[in-house]
């Protein structure tokens, strides 16, 4: 299996890097925007779980479309399983939403998985997989983060889309809601908010990376085979 995961230099990224290696994967492109120290911690990772790691750098967020087209250009031959996970929020109420904020928001969380995936699809293997990270704002009303929970809400609705499109291949494309998780994304308030945070959930505790990657590896896996065009909630069971 060869897996490519975007913004796998940290958080869930790594996480489902490090798990793909670990369920058997030769090849593990791990592609970040700028934190080339974090991306390189990934890849000795990556190799101690059996797997040749791959760097990619480029920000997504500028400019969606040539960002998507310079990993893909990156990416040396075929592939098994795309992730888009790479993301930023955006924390911003909709009164303060500002053009360059939301612009970025939406390149980053829509506009470059859609060109990657269309990039790299005629590279893609047959029976592969590809998994878009989205968030439970999608499911929850989220007046803290409009812009992102658009934008996320339009990645969901991106893998139905897509799932006719590549079924006749065999290849399945689903989304996976992560709830709160203890990543650098919440680092300046789950410290205090931790106990807050945990109550969301029906499990009384924050997810880790971890708790998300394991259901990327179950759809990267044989037995997500017969699921398609889906929105896989992985929150925990946070406000149910
Ligand atoms: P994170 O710890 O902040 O890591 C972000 C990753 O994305 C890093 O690899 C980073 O690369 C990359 N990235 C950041 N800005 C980028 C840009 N402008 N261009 C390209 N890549 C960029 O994030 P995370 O918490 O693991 O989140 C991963 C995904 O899960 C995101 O799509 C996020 O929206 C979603 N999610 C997270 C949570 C949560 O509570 N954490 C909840 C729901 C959904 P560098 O290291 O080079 O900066």
Redesign the pocket.
């Known amino acids: 299996m060869k897996a490519l995961v975007?913004?796998?230099?940290?958080?869930?990224?790594?996480a489902i890097a490090v798990g793909l290696a670990e369920d058997g994967a030769e090849v593990v492109g791990i592609?970040?925007?700028?934190?080339?120290e974090?991306?390189s911690a990934t890849a000795a990772l990556v190799a101690a779980a059996g797997a040749k790691p791959v760097l990619i750098?480029?920000?997504?967020?500028?400019d969606g479309v040539a960002?998507a087209r310079r990993v893909a250009a990156a990416w040396e031959g075929d592939l098994d399983v795309l992730v888009n996970?790479?993301?930023?929020?955006g924390q911003q109420a909709f009164g303060e939403v500002d053009e360059d904020t939301y612009r970025?928001v939406v390149e980053?969380?829509l506009t470059?998985p859609l060109f990657l995936i269309q990039e790299l699809a005629p590279r893609l293997n047959d029976g592969g997989r590809i998994v878009n990270?989205?968030?439970?704002?999608t499911r929850v009303a989220a007046p803290t983060h409009p812009a992102?929970a658009a934008a996320?809400a339009g990645l969901n609705n991106l893998g139905l889309a897509l799932a006719p499109v590549f079924g006749p291949r065999g290849i399945t494309v689903n989304a996976v809601?992560?709830?709160?998780?203890?990543?650098?994304?919440?680092a300046d308030w789950l410290p205090e908010g931790r106990a807050q945070a945990a109550a969301i959930s029906v499990f009384d505790r924050v997810?880790t990376?971890e708790d998300?990657a394991l259901v990327v590896r179950y759809l990267a896996s044989d037995a997500g085979r017969w699921v398609t065009g889906q929105v896989i909630d992985a929150t925990g069971g946070s406000a149910l």
């Open positions: 975007t913004g796998a230099s940290r958080g869930i990224g790594r592609h970040y925007a700028a934190n080339r974090a991306a750098e480029a920000p997504l967020d500028v960002g996970n790479a993301g930023i929020n970025r980053i969380n470059a990270i989205t968030t439970g704002y992102y996320k809601m992560p709830g709160i998780i203890d990543t650098d994304m919440n997810g990376a998300v």
